[in-house]
């Protein structure tokens, strides 16, 4: 118990330096990306399904992933939340314990208790992600993501600078005694993401690509801290 309450205040304490330190965005800064080991162009990659085998055998000391994505549609014409992805580890689809969801200019994370439970909390950003009033856009996303920690970030492919937004996110994919981020990087074929939704309220397509790449997350924190964090 008291290992727990001391994890929890550590939590705490470390929410509190991130907000901090992340409450000026800086919408010039692209996030580096580590070595690819997944890529494939499409027309649309809605409701493609990609099994964590198809990717490429990861280095030495890699604990983070990123899956970067496209997203075309008029944000202004959405009329409820619209599922972009879904991270899986049974065998049978949607089964998911994370969804992420565009949801009113902003990134919501659909957290579940565990695959096929229908208990689950929405964890709603309040910062913008994106700018919704321009028409028919396409935005990509790219979510780095661990067992304990989400970085997001989205570009406005329309303009060329100050086009990123960025949100840190300060739990992962993780849940309480399961490591589902462990088979994710051990490329289990029952570790999956889904990508779209099979009932958007408006026109819908996600082109040009799907990637994986690799990073890790010690690497991520100081390449932050450096570069993103000190000028803000």
């Given amino acids: 118990m008291k290992n727990v309450k001391l994890r929890c205040i550590l939590s705490l304490v470390g929410l509190m330096t991130m907000v901090y330190l992340f409450s000026q965005d800086k919408h010039s800064y692209a996030t580096p990306l580590g070595k690819s080991v997944f890529h494939r162009d499409v027309t649309d990659a809605n409701r493609t399904v990609l099994r964590m085998n198809e990717v490429s055998p990861l280095s030495s000391g890699t604990d983070g992933l990123v899956v970067a994505f496209s997203m075309r549609q008029n944000l202004s014409q959405v009329t409820r939340p619209l599922k972009l992805l879904s991270f899986n580890s049974t065998s049978e689809e949607e089964n998911s314990h994370l969804e992420v969801y565009y949801h009113e200019g902003t990134i919501t994370l659909r957290r579940k208790m565990a695959p096929r439970s229908e208990l689950y909390y929405d964890y709603n950003l309040y910062d913008p992600m994106f700018t919704v009033d ?20 989205t570009r406005d492919t329309h303009k060329l600078l100050n086009n990123k937004w960025h949100a840190p996110i300060f739990f992962g994919i993780n ?14 074929s029952s570790s999956y993401l889904i990508f779209g939704d099979p009932n958007p309220s408006t026109t819908f397509t996600m082109p040009d690509e799907i990637a994986i790449y690799e990073f890790k997350y010690a690497e991520l924190k100081n390449e932050l801290q450096t570069n993103f964090c000190e000028d803000n």
Avoid: D, H
């Fill in 134 to 153: 321009e028409g028919v856009t396409t935005w990509e996303v790219r979510l780095f993501f661990t067992g304990y920690f989400l970085w997001i970030e």
């Fill in 175 to 188: 849940l309480p005694q399961m490591n589902y981020m462990g088979n994710y990087l051990a490329r289990s």
